[in-house]
């Protein structure tokens, strides 16, 4: 299905809870959402559930989901599964479009490879000022049998802390740091900071401060004007705990 399609789906269709992702830190359900003869599986993340942080508002994680969604759809490298603000059981919350991986994958051996895809994945991650990438919120795409681990494309999820305007960045994929940017990241950075003034500001300020969205696209320049990844700032820990 087409990705408006999956949007509409997400925004009108009938949201009936079946489950609960235990391993989750919020209240993560999972969701059937059906309208008419479609039905398909989503995660749902209650404002309501959302833990306390003492580095993020109370109550914010949800609109940074979609935030995160927002900037990869202007990307075109579709990271983040379709995701949108909507009221269901428990209240307003984050719902995203469920997304099979390929479990037969290694995480550990796919974090660390050398994947392209991961690559570009790690500059989105400086962009949205990512301080959760952990090996376990890839979900690498389903490719045909025998394909080389480094070949892998995947989704990436769980972005509720997200856009701080303080350096937060925090993952598992260093790889690159301090590497010139790949050309086609430079590109996509280009296009993105002349989105900022073309809607693309005003879409997020619906769910960030006007600071956080400012503050991304000065993260976005800063990326073009030194044209490489960046490097651990020594102020923050680098890898999240645990990292997978």
Known sequence: MSEAADLELLRDGELTVVGRIMDASNATLLCEITDGEREEHCVYKPVLGERPLWDFPDGTLAGREV????????????????????????GSGMVQLWVNGDEDVDLVEYAQSAAPHLRLLSVFDAVINN??????????????????????????????????????LRTVLWRWAGEPLPQEAI??????????????????????????????????????RTGRHPEPSGDWPPVPYPPF
């Open 67 to 90: 935030a995160a969604y927002l900037v990869s759809a202007e990307t075109g490298w579709d990271f983040v599964p379709p995701t949108i603000l909507r009221d269901g059981e428990f």
């Open 131 to 168: 301080s959760d990438r952990k090996g376990g919120h890839l979900i690498p795409r389903p490719m045909p049998g025998g394909t080389p681990v480094v070949d892998y494309d995947c989704w990436g999820v769980d972005h509720g802390v997200t856009f701080s305007v303080e350096d937060k």
């Open 187 to 224: 590109g996509v950075l280009e296009r993105l900071c002349a989105r900022f003034d073309e809607g693309l500001a005003d879409s997020l300020e619906e769910h960030l401060t006007v600071a956080e969205v400012a503050r991304t696209r000065e993260r976005v320049r800063g990326l073009l």
